[in-house]
């Protein structure tokens, strides 16, 4: 295992009793407050604006508590890619999400569930809806913990997702840092089986949104406390061991939002008694520029 395991576990910072409430209560709290914003917008048929509303508080809350109380001090220091992160961000999330999947989606989610035929597929549409959007990111989640997976393991995929895994520092500027094709096969697995089942668009929006919730939580660089939370969502406290150069910690851990596909899988790891490693990235060598970074994937190896 990697050199974090050789020593016992040691808290980031001292802590008091202001301090170890927010740390066992931000990561429960802030995704409950974002998933309430959403569900006034949908109430006053305004999704797409309160998303980015609750989107950019859980930016900013996040942000003040990685300056305040950091999980790695090391990782606040600037290591010089938050120009490539934004870009990637805005790439493989913005212009692929938004302008190509979103609408693909909603094409498509129009063309095989049409009003007229409200039935189209098994989708459970009478179901409350928060329990439809329970049996979407588990359903989905099978997709996405596939798609993850092969990245990791299929060479050819590697090349892609490794942009994301070459950071060497976790924070919430490289959450959405995906190469764009990588990004197109995740969420393009990850809806087509929600659409395949015959999920209202009402559903894939909330899938979208949880996900981007949970995914900005899961790359913070806060001390949080997670405890029997880490064994049924993707927290950072698992999502630093993926991050590990050790393949043996890093090639595990592969699901989104819920970490059901992992236990059944048999790649679920968390070492509680001891820290994720601080030393993350790849073996390879990354291109420092966004451009760089982009046409790497391409190049002949």
Aim: proline share 6%.
């Amino acid at each position: 295992m990697s050199d974090s395991m050789s020593d016992s576990t040691l808290p980031a910072a001292s802590s008091g009793p202001l301090r170890t409430a927010t740390a066992w209560l931000a990561w429960p709290g802030l995704l409950a407050i974002c998933i309430a914003i959403m569900a006034y917008g949908f109430a006053v048929e305004m999704p797409a604006l309160f998303f980015n509303v609750a989107y950019l508080l859980l930016a900013l809350a996040l942000y003040a508590l990685e300056q305040t109380m950091p999980h790695e001090r090391v990782w606040n220091e600037n290591d010089g890619q938050t120009f490539a992160n934004i870009a990637h961000t805005l790439t493989s999330k913005g212009v692929v999400q938004a302008a190509v999947i979103f609408s693909t989606v909603i094409g498509i989610s129009t063309y095989v569930t049409p009003a007229s035929e409200p039935g189209y597929g098994i989708w459970p549409r009478t179901w409350p809806m928060a329990l439809q959007v329970i049996l979407a990111i588990a359903a989905a989640e099978f997709g996405l913990y596939w798609a993850h997976r092969i990245a990791h393991e299929w060479p050819w995929l590697w090349r892609f997702h490794a942009v994301h895994h070459s950071v060497t520092r976790l924070w919430i500027v490289n959450t959405g840092r995906f190469h764009f094709v990588d990004s197109f096969k995740s969420i393009a697995i990850g809806m087509a089986i929600l659409l395949a089942l015959g999920a209202p668009m009402e559903v894939l929006i909330w899938l979208s949104a949880i996900t981007a919730f949970v995914g900005m939580l899961t790359h913070c660089n806060v001390d949080m406390k997670f405890g029997p939370l880490s064994w049924w969502f993707n927290t950072p406290e698992l999502h630093r061991w993926h991050h590990s150069k050790d393949l043996r910690e890093g090639n595990k851990n592969y699901s989104e939002n819920i970490m059901l596909w992992d236990h059944v899988f048999g790649t679920f790891y968390n070492a509680r008694d001891y820290r994720p490693p601080v030393d993350i990235g790849i073996q390879e060598e990354m291109p420092p520029g966004f451009l760089q970074q982009l046409a790497w994937p391409f190049k002949r190896r």
